[in-house]
């Protein structure tokens, strides 16, 4: 089955309703694993970013990962940005992928100090437009571990 690219960052295909819909069906299924990967002080990861050590990001999100999903399915795409602007919170934002058998979902995980949250980019899956919050929600759901 050839997969469909949704878009959802140019939102061509789907509604600014489904967006936050998926955003939020997401954000729960990586709750577990946000949750891991924020116990990592944020002054090593500020560091890792700015010394663009990439293969230590890149092996905290799949330890992180590791208790909660099938091997390799969540994965950092090798890009981060920290922003310390004078008067607002810091913020770490990380470009991420994750790969199911259904659907691959490229994202941004974005640490504030304020908030955690998730920024889909774009879905590629197998069911056609519309995107089907139900089937993305089980294609989610079905990279878990048991």
């Given amino acids: ?18 967006i936050a819909a998926a955003e939020q069906v997401f954000a729960a299924e990586l709750r577990d694993f946000i949750t891991e990967f924020c116990l990592l002080d944020g002054s090593v990861l500020i560091g890792w970013v700015r010394g663009e050590r990439h293969g230590n990001i890149a092996d905290l999100v799949a330890s ?15 890009a981060a940005d920290v922003c310390l602007d004078w008067g607002r919170s810091m913020q770490v934002v990380l470009d991420m992928e994750f790969a199911a058998k259904a659907v691959t ?5 974005v640490l504030d100090g304020c908030f955690v949250g998730v920024a889909i980019q ?6 056609g437009p519309p995107l089907r919050l139900d089937a993305f929600a089980r294609a989610l759901s079905d990279a878990r571990l048991t």
């Fill in 122 to 127: 774009r879905i590629l899956a197998e069911e």
């Fill in 1 to 18: 089955m050839i997969p469909h690219d949704h878009d959802l960052a140019q939102a061509r295909m789907v509604s600014g309703d489904v």
């Fill in 105 to 109: 979902v490229f994202f941004k995980l």
């Fill in 64 to 78: 992180s990962a590791e208790p909660f999903f099938k091997d390799a399915t969540l994965t950092y795409a090798d």
